[in-house]
């Protein structure tokens, strides 16, 4: 089973561990012998799915949407960022250089093609520019893959 994650950065932090907990309990129903999780390892739930089920004994590909991803994410994330990056089993590249929202949609199309289910922590709302969670959640029901929406209930971003 190959488990992908999509999901809003930023989130406050009452939010964050109501949604680490609710990734936490995901990973607990599964049989992590077999478990892929695959994630764009982004700063907040990419980088949680990818963790917490590196630490249930899964396996971890990431998809990269850009060469310059890194560069565009959170300096102060950068160090897990490369340590979540060396523990990959597989990387799995757009081939684009430029970290822009059309590069980001891209690697998330890879993410929902080579996943058999995807998570989304998604407030329901649109996305606020292309390429966001919704569209993400969008694409992966429009090729018919699964989705889990985990959203605290009464949560704002």
Request: charged content about 20%; glycine content about 10%; overall charge negative.
């Amino acid at each position: 089973m190959r488990i992908g994650i999509t999901g809003h950065r930023g989130l406050p932090s009452e939010v964050a561990e109501q949604v680490r907990a609710g990734l936490a309990a995901q990973i607990e129903a599964l049989d992590t012998t077999e478990l892929v999780a695959v994630s764009c390892i982004a700063d907040g739930p990419d980088a949680w799915w990818a963790q917490i089920a590196l630490d249930a004994g899964a396996k971890l590909e990431v998809v990269i949407p850009a060469t310059e991803y890194r560069a565009g994410l959170p300096a102060w994330y950068h160090t897990e960022y490369d340590q979540l990056l060396s523990k990959a089993a597989d990387v799995h590249c757009t081939g684009l250089t430029e970290s822009t929202s059309e590069a980001h949609q891209a690697g998330s199309e890879i993410l929902v093609r080579i996943s058999d289910h995807l998570l989304a922590v998604w407030d329901g709302k649109p996305a606020r520019g292309f390429g966001g969670t919704a569209d993400v959640v969008s694409h992966a029901r429009e090729v018919g893959v699964p989705v889990t929406i985990l959203w605290p209930d009464g949560a704002s971003r």
